[in-house]
């Protein structure tokens, strides 16, 4: 694993929620020890997410980016992380949140 290589400890867990729907949500994820690193999170199964087209009652459609911040770890983000939504740099913490809006 990507942590155990670059000398991370981490806290590995799998679980799961109950959706509003009932269904069972299950994932795994790891909590690094080190705080400026987010924890990783696998996609849940079954897909939570809603059809194609819906629009949440605050007309947002999608996240468009989220720019999380770290001093130490960016290139190691990018590298477990492949979701193009994640914009990292050179900072702390969660920066920028935005929204795409139903036009």
Known sequence: MV???????????????????????????????????????????????????????????SIESISFGTSNHSGLIEELCDDPILKVYNGKGIQDLVFKYKK
């Open 3 to 61: 942590l155990k290589r670059e000398g991370i400890r981490w806290f590995k867990y799998s679980g799961g929620r109950t959706d509003t729907k009932g269904r069972k949500l299950m994932s795994m994820g790891a909590f690094p020890e080190t705080q400026d690193m987010p924890f990783l999170n696998t996609a849940f199964r079954p897909s939570p997410r809603p059809k194609v087209g819906f629009v949440h009652p605050n007309s947002v459609v």
